[in-house]
């Protein structure tokens, strides 16, 4: 069973203890299947147990900490969620859905606007292939860079609605891509040739193929992990989904 304890993790004071907890999941320095408890996290990171257990109940709620009950006594003892292949198509699906529904309204923006969203979703994605033809791959900043992509797309388009769905899915979709995109890489071409005709959509400012370009990307980027998923199953003879049974142990 893997340690609740973090790797070595030198927290900031000013940061908030949710926001350093999530990051742990989602980078995977808190693996699927490890048991976290309020001392070894509160111990870890220097702060006290009650910040810690809120930070803990809102990661329930993000569905990044799953609940189980305890063995005698009634507790109830907290696990990091597992992860699988199913669940990975389902989140990309839902994102593209609503990331596609957003950028649809990318049509309605003046001529000028629209041609502005177009020339920074196009310096985003320079910068992210930069990322991606540096060598040793920093995944760090490639994930970052990626990031900046959508985000741009769904700032200058997204409602309040719209962008408080797509956080509400994000950490499990981060978490996702930080934990699988070795698996993927180093050649991001399909990537990039998807990006483009999110670009070209923009500009030609068609709400129907913009909307269309930003769920096959989703949708295809979930193919992609899910069979390097796979793949890498097949190689190590350990199937990756084995640790969502370390939560029922």
């Known amino acids: 069973m893997t340690s609740a304890t973090p ?3 030198r927290p900031r004071a000013a940061a908030p203890v ?4 999530r990051d742990l999941i989602i980078r995977g320095r808190l693996e699927p299947g490890a048991r976290v408890t309020e001392d070894a996290i509160a111990l870890s990171l220097g702060v006290s147990r009650t910040p810690v257990r809120e930070a803990m109940q809102r990661l329930v709620r993000d569905g990044l ?7 005698g006594g009634g507790r ?5 969620s597992p992860m699988d292949a199913a669940t990975l198509d389902q989140l990309y699906r839902i994102a593209g859905a609503l990331e596609g529904l957003a950028a649809r309204n990318a049509a309605t923006l003046p001529p000028a606007r629209r041609a502005t969203l177009a020339r920074r979703l196009g310096s985003a994605e320079r910068a992210f292939q930069a990322a991606a033809a540096r060598r040793p791959l920093d995944y760090d900043r490639l994930f970052e860079r990626h990031d900046a992509f959508h985000r741009t797309l769904v700032n200058a388009t997204a409602g309040a609605e719209l962008k408080a769905q797509l956080e509400s899915i994000r950490p499990r979709v981060d978490r ?16 990039y040739r998807e990006h483009g005709a999110i670009i070209r959509a923009v500009r030609a400012g068609a709400g129907e193929s913009i909307e269309r370009a930003v769920r096959a990307n989703w949708v295809r980027g979930a193919a992609r992990l899910v069979r390097a998923l796979a793949t890498a199953e097949r190689k190590t003879g350990a ?3 084995s640790l969502s049974s370390r939560a029922s142990r």
């Open 7 to 9: 790797p070595s993790f």
């Open 18 to 21: 949710y926001a350093r907890l």
């Open 65 to 71: 900490l799953v609940p189980v009950d305890g063995h």
């Open 76 to 80: 109830t003892r907290l696990w990091v």
């Open 176 to 191: 996702y891509e930080w934990y699988y995109a070795p698996l993927v890489g180093p050649d991001f071409a399909p990537t």
């Open 239 to 241: 199937a990756t989904s």
